[in-house]
């Protein structure tokens, strides 16, 4: 077992032509990634990798000739909140939005739209998820990390590399990493994650790495104080970064004098949390 | 982006919000003609990006025309929380009977956008949620749906508004929810928007930070971007669609990845020394990208050394190193230099700067001692 991806995905590609799409569905599918389709829209008919993948027009007929199950999305900003609504339309139950920049006017509306259909989403602006030895969705690069039982959450992303790469080092392997991503507004958050883990017989050790801005780490420290029985190390990063600043993703900001990486550490310690220095020290904290 | 007054009540008008009358001005002798076509009572208000410039006396009341142009002359020569001051705005001068707080926001954790109001305008609303939060009534807006007109009813009533004036408010309300949404805001504030004497609703401040993410599609917002108000490194970075911020330490920092680069400032902190910059060069950056950014980086005079990490997954880190050698060849860095390579094309990263005389490291913290140490050295 694992969470969210594992061998019984079947994969959609939105956004399957772009460069960025169709470099990345060439590394989920040398993952051993299960990819049965791929939407352009007006590419409709066409194949890519050798004939292996087919692309559609829509998400809709993508979704009845082939069965996917989840979706990735590749496309740009601007319209990464169509690609996001017509996945949800065609009842897709796990949408994985790669794509960064989307406006948080936008993400309001999927977001709020979502709820209402009780679909799952991952993203935007995340790396995806990555089940070592089973399933890649997502950008994550496979061979810095190894199949075991430590399940890893992150708002981040070659932050997250750093992370399973220093885990490969010490021979410690992950269950799945699930990256959430850097935005103000984005679908699944910690608690979600750290509860999937917490029920997930694969995952014994958790990690979550979290950063400044918003409100999510105190919160999942108090989740976790009330009801995780699996042991969590953290780190958070952002802790020289000036207030009002956006550093980097669309989430990371001290507004207000909220959402400070002094105010996180103190809330996951006192849950029980170890907190990393930095970011090698974090594996080492599980051993 | 952060909005100028003149430019947010502009935009406030726009959407049937009444604002004083008034216009912009660059020298204080347009700005002694304005208040002569006002009728001579005017307020004088610098506008600068920051909060606070009635407290610095940047927002001064004229009697006339020739009062107007005296203090345009000091406001125009002043400094403001280290930004001087090179517009003033002058309004029409109103006499005020009541000032009420009203804003739109958007909030994380409800995921939706949230409009706030209260009857102690005028000041600052952090201060009021953190001393007084029961004056500040929220109206969470269902962003599929928008303001509803009961909402608007609910804050007039809450926040103690004579009925006369509902049905102007409404107005105020869902023109304000109206100009957050068209222009993809992030915030939209009018403080204070007041009872006149003469019993009419204005908006004497106005606010607005918007979306960097939605400029494109808003070509007239992004021209209105003011950028004499920020660092010139972060303009210059901007078009190279690099992510940068300026700080007060002397390493000078690159790396891929927004949390990684976050991390990378705190672990050169964490063993002794200051981060010159947060800077972000992206996912899959290009030679000439990392060029850019090392120009940026070095022309900080503070900056005694330079702090390379990156982490290979869809940026190479042979295209990197490509672009660290570009810029050498071209800035002659005289700071010492110290690079970690891990990931895609480390290897080959790391082979073409093997005659580079940089500092090589293994681990991120093998980099930020090495990058410590030879600022202290340099």
């Known amino acids: ?287 | 982006m952060k909005l100028h007054e003149y430019q947010s009540k502009q935009i406030f008008s726009r959407y049937g919000i009444p604002i004083p009358k008034g216009r912009v001005a660059a020298t204080a002798s347009e700005a002694r003609q304005i208040a002569d076509e006002l009728g001579g009572r005017v307020v004088v208000k610098s506008q600068v990006l920051v909060g606070g410039r009635g407290k610095a006396g940047g927002i001064k009341v004229a009697k006339n025309s020739i009062e107007a142009e005296q203090l345009a002359t000091q406001i125009l020569a002043m400094e403001i929380k280290g930004l001087p001051v090179r517009k003033v705005l002058v309004d029409e001068a109103a006499a005020i009977d009541q000032e009420i707080y009203l804003g739109i926001t958007n909030d994380r954790a409800a995921k939706k956008p949230v409009m706030m109001a209260s009857s102690a305008g005028g000041v600052d609303i952090e201060e009021v949620a953190a001393t007084t939060p029961e004056k500040i009534i929220k109206a969470h807006i269902d962003p599929l749906l928008g303001l509803r007109d009961y909402q608007s009813r609910d804050i007039a009533a809450f926040i103690d508004l004579p009925r006369d004036y509902w049905r102007e408010f409404g107005r105020i309300a869902k023109g304000l929810w109206d100009a957050y949404k068209a222009c993809d805001a992030t915030l939209a504030e009018i403080n204070p928007l007041v009872i006149t004497k003469d019993k009419r609703l204005v908006a004497l401040d106005g606010k607005m930070l918007i979306d960097d993410n939605a400029l494109f599609r808003h070509p007239d917002l992004a021209e209105m971007r003011d950028i004499d108000e920020e660092a010139p490194s972060e303009t210059e970075a901007r078009k190279y669609g690099l992510s940068f911020i300026k700080l007060d330490g002397n390493i000078g920092c690159m790396v891929n990845g927004a949390g990684l680069a976050m991390t990378s400032m705190d672990v050169i902190k964490l063993f002794g020394g200051e981060p010159a910059n947060f800077l972000d060069i992206g996912g899959g950056a290009g030679s000439d990208k990392v060029a850019a950014a090392m120009r940026i980086i070095l022309a900080d005079p503070n900056v005694k050394a330079v702090l390379y990490n990156i982490f290979g997954g869809i940026t190479r880190c042979d295209e990197v190193a490509r672009g660290i050698l570009a810029a050498m060849d071209e800035v002659k860095p005289k700071v010492p230099m110290v690079v970690r390579l891990v990931g895609t094309n480390a290897e080959e990263g790391r082979a073409l700067l093997a005659d580079a005389n940089m500092i090589t490291a293994e681990t991120l913290a093998d980099a930020a001692q090495k990058a410590v140490a030879a600022a202290r050295g340099a």
């Not at chain 1, 993948?53 to 590749?74: H, R």
């Not at chain 1, 602006?125 to 997502?138: D, F, H, M, Q, R």
């Not at chain 1, 801005?213 to 970064?241: H, L, N, R, W």
């Open chain 1, 1 to 287: 077992m694992s969470v969210l991806v594992n061998k019984n995905t079947r994969l959609l590609v939105q956004g399957i032509t772009g460069n960025e799409g169709l470099f990345h569905t060439t590394q989920m599918v040398a993952y051993g990634t299960n990819i049965v389709a791929g939407v352009t829209p007006g590419k409709g008919g066409e194949w890519v990798l050798e004939g292996k993948v087919p692309v559609f027009d829509s998400v809709k007929l993508a979704a009845e000739a082939t069965g996917a199950n989840t979706s990735i999305i590749f496309v740009p900003a601007r319209f990464a909140a169509d690609a996001m609504f017509e996945a949800a339309d065609a009842g897709i139950p796990l949408i994985v939005c790669i794509t960064e920049g989307v406006p948080v006017q936008d993400m309001m509306q999927v977001r709020n739209y979502l709820d209402q259909k009780g679909i799952r989403l991952v993203g935007p602006n995340c790396p995806g998820l990555l089940t070592p030895g089973e399933s890649k969705v997502g950008i994550i690069p496979g061979d810095i990390a190894i199949r075991g039982d430590v399940g890893v959450v992150s708002r981040s992303g070659t932050l997250t590399y750093e992370v399973l790469y220093a885990m490969k080092n010490l021979g410690m392997g992950a269950s799945t990493c699930v990256g959430i991503g850097g935005d103000p507004i984005n679908g699944t958050n910690f608690i979600d994650v750290l509860e999937m883990f917490e029920h997930d017989p694969m995952t014994e050790k958790v990690i979550m790495i979290g950063e400044i801005g918003g409100t999510d780490e105190e919160k999942a420290a108090e989740y976790i104080a009330s009801k995780m029985t699996k042991p969590v190390a953290s780190f958070i990063a952002g802790q020289t970064a000036p207030p009002g600043k956006r550093m980097g993703h669309a989430g990371a900001i001290i507004e207000g004098g909220a959402g400070t990486a002094a105010d996180k550490i103190k809330a996951l310690e006192a849950a029980g949390v170890r907190v990393a220095k930095h970011p090698e020290e974090i594996p080492t904290l599980l051993k």
